[in-house]
């Protein structure tokens, strides 16, 4: 197994475009989570999931953002009509859920709104 | 805002010397965690403390916990150029591995 996998990498688009990112976790990891961080800041949870259902939202995700995991395998994080303040990078991990000790990181999916 | 926050924001040392960097925090924890992020990647998990542990040890890491203060260290001794790195505390109150609360980080780096 490779890790949890992001793509893409980098991803420069504009205002008011949408944009999506998909995060394939470790395979047999059942939970997943998104975070978000910004230049100089830890990261901030997002949202995570079990399986497919997603269980958790923070008040961060506003209603431009969604996730979904529509197998419980890999999920995608959509932002539509992006703004400048969404410019961060997004970090996906995994992790067992019963008696896990540590959630795997991906290397994040830099995105820059001009 | 966020849980934890460390302590100093940045560290600057010789290779051959000792970092260490403190975490405080606001909340009763189940957990807290240590990661390293470098530049522009991912965070990669370093060792994770207990609320009823006290010390831990993993290489040249140590971590502490004061439970009674909130507060944590990470000891790195004996630190390489390759430790250059931001590292990050991470607390969690319950028993979702993957759900923290992180600090803002230290950035430490290594002079050769």
């Known amino acids: 197994d490779t890790g949890v996998s992001q793509d893409p990498r980098h991803k420069i688009t504009k205002r008011g475009q949408n944009v999506t990112f998909r995060c394939d976790p470790i395979?047999?990891?059942?939970?997943l989570y998104w975070y978000r961080q910004t230049l100089g800041q830890g990261p901030e949870f997002l949202t995570y999931?079990?399986?497919?259902?997603?269980?958790?939202k923070s008040r961060l995700l506003s209603d431009r953002f969604s996730a979904e995991r529509p197998k419980g395998s890999f999920s995608t994080l959509e932002i539509q009509r992006t703004e400048q303040g969404d410019s961060a990078m997004y970090l996906c991990?995994?992790?067992?859920?019963?008696?896990?000790?540590?959630?795997?990181f991906g290397q994040g999916t830099r995105l820059t709104v001009v | 805002s966020q849980q934890g926050e460390e302590d100093p924001q940045a560290l600057s040392i010789q290779e051959g010397e000792n970092a260490t960097m403190n975490c405080s925090y606001k909340t009763s924890i189940n957990n807290l965690q240590w990661y390293r992020q470098n530049s522009g990647r991912g965070l990669v998990h370093l060792i994770l403390?207990?609320?009823?542990?006290r010390e831990k040890h993993s290489g040249r890491l140590r971590v502490t916990l004061d439970t009674s203060k909130k507060s944590s260290s990470l000891l790195i001794t004996a630190s390489r150029a390759a430790d250059t790195a931001s590292y990050f505390c991470?607390?969690?109150?319950?028993?979702?591995?993957?759900?923290?609360?992180f600090g803002d980080g230290t950035t430490l780096t290594v002079k050769p």
């Open positions: 395979s047999e990891h059942n939970r």
């Open positions: 403390i207990r609320s009823n542990e």
């Open positions: 991470a607390t969690d109150a319950g028993t979702n591995a993957g759900k923290s609360t």
């Open positions: 999931f079990q399986n497919e259902a997603q269980l958790e």
């Open positions: 991990a995994s992790s067992l859920s019963k008696g896990a000790t540590e959630a795997f």
